[in-house]
Nanobody, 116 residues
Framework: QVQLVESGGGLVQPGGSLRLSCAAS????????MGWYRQGPGKERELVTS????????RYVDSVKGRFTISRDNAKNTVSLQMDSLKPEDTAVYYC?????????WGQGTQVTVSS
């Protein structure tokens, strides 16, 4: 059974940093591309960043380029998101999922709130 468990969210001031982690189980992690998605208040869920199964190729939505970094550890079955220079508009619930997304693999997500 696929399980994705996100952690690391919290309240941070504008300009601050957070590191999110996602622990994966129930499938052969190293075979799949992964992504981080987010859903802000009153907004649709959107893809923020993705990484290929090997970790060699990453992509980012324009709004986070240069501020966020996705990485993965295939030995530990984890995918991480380093978020720097956070802005209030980054406030959202962040989820990890496969890339392309699987409708049945959503976890609980982790709340990130950027506010002074």
């Amino acid at each position: 059974q696929v399980q994705l468990v996100e952690s690391g969210g919290g309240l941070v001031q504008p300009g601050g940093s957070l590191r999110l982690s996602c622990a994966a189980s129930g499938f052969i992690f190293r075979n799949y591309g992964m992504g981080w998605y987010r859903q802000g208040p009153g907004k649709e869920r959107e893809l923020v960043t993705s990484i290929t199964s090997t970790g060699y190729i990453t992509r980012y939505v324009d709004s986070v380029k240069g501020r966020f970094t996705i990485s993965r550890d295939n030995a530990k079955n984890t995918v991480s998101l380093q978020m720097d220079s956070l802005k209030p508009e980054d406030t959202a619930v962040y989820y990890c999922n496969f890339f392309p997304m699987s409708r049945t693999a959503w976890g609980q997500g982790t709340q990130v709130t950027v506010s002074s």
